[in-house]
């Protein structure tokens, strides 16, 4: 069992930044697949990033060349570096992690198995 907690929203001025942090329980971190997703009222929850156990990256079209994910294994945490932030942008951001040893895209909410309570990121124009 993992444990996400998501930390690092708040309200911003579109073309700002803020960095979104997921704190995971366990000893296996470092096996996992992390994702984050966003979910906008109204709207369903979507891929924006991803890095899987050998730092592999994969974004969404929306976010890509603003955002970075990485990975600190030592600290069993995954961030979410958001920069030139847009007011459609604003949503609940999620963390999930996904066992490894199956095959997997990293963009889709069913191949995730925990899930982090979100962090409201908020950005005004």
């Known amino acids: 069992q993992v444990q996400l907690v998501e930390s690092g929203g708040g309200l911003v001025q579109a073309g700002g930044s803020l960095r979104l942090s997921c704190a995971a329980s366990?000893?296996?971190?470092?096996?996992?697949?992390m994702g984050w997703f966003r979910q906008a009222p109204g709207k369903e929850r979507e891929f924006v990033a991803a890095i899987s156990w050998t730092r592999g990256t994969y974004y969404a079209d929306s976010v890509k060349g603003r955002f970075t994910i990485s990975r600190d294994n030592a600290k069993n945490t995954v961030y979410l570096q958001m920069n030139s932030l847009k007011p459609e942008d604003t949503a609940v951001y999620y963390c999930?992690?996904?066992?490894?040893?199956?095959?997997?895209?990293?963009?889709?909410?069913?191949?995730?198995?925990?899930w982090g309570q979100g962090t409201q990121v908020t950005v005004s124009s």
């Open positions: 999930a992690a996904q066992n490894s040893g199956r095959p997997t895209t990293h963009r889709h909410v069913y191949e995730y198995d925990y």
């Open positions: 366990g000893r296996t971190f470092s096996s996992y697949a």
